[in-house]
Structures are given as C-alpha cells and as structure tokens.
C-alpha cells in the first residue's frame, strides 16, 4: 500500500503533512475531515438543547421589571443623547471662533 491510498482510507486533510514531534501524545485533534453525518448530528442535538435551555433553564424577567429596566433605558438614552448636543454646540462654538480668529 502506498501513502496515497494509506490516506485516502485513513481520511487525511493533505497529502505530505508531517506530525510534529510537539504535537504527539498531547491529544491535538487529528487533521481528519469531519464526517457529514457527525455534523447533522451535533446540529441536531445543538438545536435540541437550545431549545430545552431557553424553556427551562433560562429565568425569564417579569413584565414589571421589563417595564423598570426599559424606563431606565430610556432615561439614560436621553441624557447621553442630550450630553453629547450640549459637548458638539460648545465644541462647534470653540471652532467657529478659532476659524473667525485665525481665518
């Protein structure tokens, strides 16, 4: 049998690649392609306790504190959106009188 044939049984990801002395005994997985089936699988299963997750293990917030934290929110946008109008009109102002003084 020569390596060709060896590495098409054996599933090789590249012909000529050679294991490096670091690498063996320290379970590094192998450059093995992933079989088609195995992934429809772990999809599968991925999907499954997704779902089994965010049914029963997640601890979901009641309307009140949606309604608290979204008014919080709310609040903090504005007063970030109102900070930076009063920091651009000021720099704006700064700029405007370096232009008319330098300009």
Same mark, same amino acid.
């Given at each position: 049998?020569?390596?060709?044939?060896?590495?098409?049984?054996?599933?090789?990801?590249?012909?000529?690649?050679?294991?490096?002395?670091? @690498?063996?005994?320290?379970?590094?997985?192998?450059?093995? %392609?992933?079989?088609?089936?195995?992934?429809?699988?772990?999809?599968?299963?991925?999907?499954?306790?997704?779902?089994?997750?965010?049914?029963?293990?997640?601890?979901? %917030? @009641?309307?009140?504190?949606?309604?608290?934290?979204?008014?919080?929110?709310?609040?903090? !946008?504005?007063?970030?959106?109102?900070?930076?109008?009063?920091?651009? !009109?000021?720099?704006?102002?700064?700029?405007?009188?370096?232009?008319?003084?330098?300009?």
């Amino acid at each position: 049998m020569n390596f060709l044939s060896i590495c098409c049984i054996n599933g090789c990801s590249s012909i000529g690649r050679v294991v490096v002395s670091k @690498t063996i005994g320290w379970e590094f997985e192998s450059l093995h %392609p992933c079989k088609k089936e195995k992934r429809v699988i772990k999809i599968g299963s991925y999907i499954k306790e997704s779902v089994d997750e965010l049914l029963h293990k997640v601890s979901w %917030p @009641t309307w009140s504190e949606l309604q608290s934290s979204g008014i919080v929110v709310a609040i903090a !946008t504005i007063v970030i959106s109102l900070l930076v109008y009063f920091m651009d !009109t000021i720099f704006s102002g700064m700029m405007k009188i370096f232009y008319d003084f330098f300009g």
